[in-house]
């Protein structure tokens, strides 16, 4: 009978588009075999487990939820007002159908049976309001009991009896870190082109990148190590997946959320928050989203947030369609204990035990903008900006106590924003305040030093207060940090220390690099060694710095170079260009002095290159001759692309001229026999004159 409702839909839409359907012969279509019809998919070990999980979203009533616990009142003289409260009531969550509440008479007594269908545009407007309304008190005596109507489904596949779970022998697991025990002491690393995805030992002494993995159509957006490296994780249209091992790369579990655009790891690699938004059926509306938190080993949804874009809009920038990403930011210790997010004038703190509000409520601070958890400790600090009389504040605060441990009032403030030292050591807040002519501003530092009792701030500035600050950057395990400061193209670059000579809790200037061109830094892992980098439009300029010695190592170049990535060990480093041109995409790996290792390009993977440091006049010629041969092939590739191009053009140009005279005839009835096809015309050069200045002087003539 579908089959039969099918052909009649589509017979319909054919009349109506004015498509003669019958001469079609379906017999004479075929299709690929199989349910893909031929098209590969991105996941090929899929299981049932997976299709079970997604039957929610896919048996056509997601839209649908019931609403238990309504009054029982008379059908003819109440029912019609009680239809009237529940819709004012769900309407102003999402858009309800045209007829879409239902609510059952008994036909004996001839009353509501106290409960009601709503039908709602979307799914996702649907669970929300399920999220929103289960427990809703309408009076004292009837509160909401919402189900989803799918929920119905699964609850009658419960079996009457129970029956013992089936038993699985107990299978050892891959070690998931045995690439920490590589006998070369290598590091992996992940590279996407196209739709092939890599996994590569970074093998510096070899001077090449040894392949540990690779797959087609891994992921259908990009992937991502988890922060300690146990997995690597991709996203599908089903959900997202994590993938680990030394050399197999399986894969662990799977996180069932359709349509997951982002996901963030918790530091310690427990949780997995995955986010997607959906378009409103209501144009007027904002984006739903939804985001869960997964636990990573079991795959099972610890906690749900549903709502607005607007509602998970406000902190941070860096999102998608107005949503701060990540919307939630975990404590940064590794035990995950504690994560939290921003709302309008409160921070909601959330423990990982029962995942649910510290004390059951939110924290109320009035205006706050934005917040920034310390990487080792539970604290955080928060900056709430000027408004009216009330000078603007940065505060610490302990959780879960919540109790403020530190407040700095700033007046005139224009922007600020907060850096922490990668082991909570201290706290740099970069405050941009207003001058007395309110025209411009200036910039400053509150150094708060975290250890020291009473958390003592200093006030930093620099020598010339007017310089605009480019970057900002501490030393990863370290005392000092490093600016760049002053007017592009050539800015200066200085370095300071937390500490001095005296301990006199003053901060140290250690030197000054004039007219660098960077616009961005990148510190090693393990601190002393610094990269000065320009970026995108300082076309790939590159300084090795060493901060111990305050001596340059190495300056190179990777030209359009947009990415810059040191590896966990501070031993290399590599640089990227993505999405330039064809000819320059791909990789430099580097070693931390600036000697450059070895080029994997784009187009070129896996190009060898020979270690000749020594003997360099012995191997020049040989190198020379090889150089040459490879630029003739490539020249040679060149010209017969650009050959086969000229080819297709000229193919085309026939084509249309062929054509053109064709329909020669046609044309000249619509211009009633005159032939215009090539206008005559004359060509002629005109002369202009342009008195650019006219002078008068007076000259005497002595005789």
Not at 224 to 238: D, E, K, V
Not at 314 to 319: D, K, Q
Request: proline share 4%; net charge negative; aromatic share 12%.
């Amino acid at each position: 009978m579908a089959d039969v409702m099918v052909m009649k839909d589509i017979e319909t839409t054919a009349s109506f588009l004015g498509i003669d359907f019958f001469p079609l012969d379906l017999n004479s279509i075929h299709l690929p075999p199989g349910q893909d019809f031929g098209i590969p998919s991105d996941d090929e070990e899929g299981d049932k487990n997976l299709n079970k999980d997604l039957e929610l979203y896919s048996n056509g009533f997601g839209n649908i939820i019931i609403v238990d616990n309504l009054p029982e009142v008379d059908a003819k003289t109440k029912k019609e007002k009680l239809e009237h409260v529940i819709h004012r009531i769900y309407s102003q969550i999402g858009v309800i159908k045209e007829n879409g509440l239902c609510m059952p008479v008994d036909p004996q007594t001839q009353s509501t049976l106290g409960y009601c269908f709503i039908e709602f545009n979307t799914p996702e407007e649907a669970e929300l309001a399920k999220e929103r309304t289960n427990g809703y008190k309408l009076d004292k005596r009837h509160i909401f009991a919402v189900n989803m109507f799918d929920d119905f489904d699964i609850f009658m596949k419960v079996p009457d009896q129970w029956a013992p779970p089936e038993f699985k022998p107990y299978t050892p697991g891959e070690n998931l870190q045995q690439w920490l025990t590589d006998e070369k002491a290598r590091d992996q690393f992940v590279i996407r082109a196209g739709s092939d995805t890599e996994v590569l030992w970074n093998d510096a002494m070899q001077l090449k990148a040894e392949p540990v993995y690779e797959r087609a159509f891994w992921t259908e957006s990009f992937v991502r190590w988890s922060p300690l490296g146990t997995y690597l994780a991709t996203l599908h249209r089903q959900g997202a997946a994590v993938w680990g091992g030394a050399s197999t790369f399986n894969r662990l579990m799977r996180y069932a959320h359709p349509q997951v655009k982002l996901i963030d790891f918790s530091p310690g690699e427990k949780y997995l928050v995955t986010y997607s938004s959906h378009e409103p059926s209501n144009p007027c509306g904002a984006n739903m989203v939804l985001i869960n938190i997964f636990d990573v080993r079991t795959g099972k949804v610890m906690r749900g947030f549903k709502g607005s874009a607007d509602d998970f809009g406000i902190g941070a920038t860096g999102g998608v369609k107005g949503v701060s990403w990540p919307v939630f930011r975990w404590a940064g210790d590794k035990e995950d204990k504690y994560f939290a997010r921003i709302g309008k004038n409160i921070i909601s703190v959330y423990e990982t035990e029962t995942f649910s509000l510290i004390d059951k409520k939110s924290l109320k601070v009035e205006n706050v903008v934005d917040f920034s958890w310390s990487p080792t400790d539970p604290i955080f600090a928060l900056f709430v900006p000027e408004l009216g009389d009330h000078p603007a504040r940065v505060s610490l605060m302990q959780i879960p106590s919540k109790d403020e441990l530190r407040q700095k009032n700033l007046f005139s403030v224009s922007e600020c924003k907060m850096y922490w030292q990668s082991n909570g050591d201290y706290l740099a807040v970069k405050v941009d305040r207003y001058t007395k002519t309110k025209k411009s501003t200036c910039t400053g530092f509150e150094l708060f030093r975290i250890r020291e009792r009473d958390i003592p701030i200093e006030v930093f500035e620099l020598e010339n207060k007017n310089d605009k600050i480019i970057a900002f950057a501490w030393e990863p395990k370290g005392h000092r940090f490093a600016i760049i400061h002053g007017d592009n193209p050539r800015p200066d670059i200085s370095f300071y220390s937390m500490r001095s000579v005296n301990n006199t809790d003053k901060v140290k200037k250690l030197t000054t690099l004039k007219g660098k061109q960077a616009n961005t830094l990148f510190w090693s892992p393990a601190g002393r060694f610094i990269i000065l980098a320009g970026l995108k439009g300082f076309n790939g300029q590159l300084e090795f710095y060493d901060v111990d010695e305050l001596e340059t190592m190495a300056t190179a170049e990777h030209f359009m170079a947009t990415d810059i990535e040191w590896d966990p060990t501070g031993r290399y480093v590599g640089t990227a260009v993505t999405s330039v041109h064809e000819m320059e995409n791909g990789f430099n790996i580097w070693s931390f002095n600036g000697r450059l290792l070895y080029r994997i390009l784009k187009d070129h993977f896996f190009q060898k290159e020979e270690e000749i440091a020594k003997n360099l006049k012995k191997y020049s010629m040989k190198y020379k001759v090889e150089d040459q041969d490879v630029s003739m092939l490539l020249s040679e590739q060149d010209r017969d692309k650009r050959r086969m191009l000229k080819d297709e053009w000229d193919k085309w140009v026939n084509e249309w001229k062929h054509l053109h005279e064709v329909e020669k005839l046609e044309r000249l009835e619509l211009r009633d026999g005159e032939a215009s096809d090539e206008e005559e015309c004359e060509a002629k050069e005109v002369e202009v004159e342009e008195i650019l200045d006219v002078s008068e002087e007076v000259l005497s003539f002595e005789e």
